[in-house]
């Protein structure tokens, strides 16, 4: 198999300060290290792995009109269902939430400041 991990997404963004803020206050993922590209941005962790590069748009690039390509969204799975659930409320963002029909999963939708889709999927717990 030629590939064996996905490694990263990269976000371009209208703001990256904000953009930034939002993956590190509502999803937890920290800021860690980035080599010296010319470009700004950040590199976002989730333990040891980079897994979201933030790169900040240039002033001849349009904004977002939420239409991210043929990319429909990005997916963590999450824990503490019920403390997202608040953090989400207290930030004010809006979001989706379904169920998983095979499992009976929670799901919660929400847009990143760029309007790209989160997927924030809770596995229920088999022993209860």
Do not use: C
């Amino acid at each position: 198999m030629p590939v064996d991990a996905l490694q990263h997404i990269n976000i371009r963004t209208t703001d990256v300060e904000r953009t930034r803020d939002f993956y590190v206050r509502v999803l937890g993922l920290r800021v860690g290290d980035r080599p010296p590209f010319t470009s700004t941005g950040y590199w976002l962790y989730l333990g040891t792995e980079p897994v979201i590069h933030l790169v900040q748009k240039t002033a001849d690039e349009p904004a977002s009109t939420f239409n991210t390509g043929a990319i429909d969204h990005i997916a963590f799975r999450g824990v503490h269902l019920e403390a997202t659930r608040r953090a989400l409320a207290d930030e004010g963002l809006a979001f989706r939430e379904a169920i998983v029909p095979r499992d009976n999963s929670v799901q919660l939708f929400v847009r990143d400041p760029d309007g790209v889709r989160i997927e924030l999927n809770f596995h229920q717990d088999p022993l209860h």
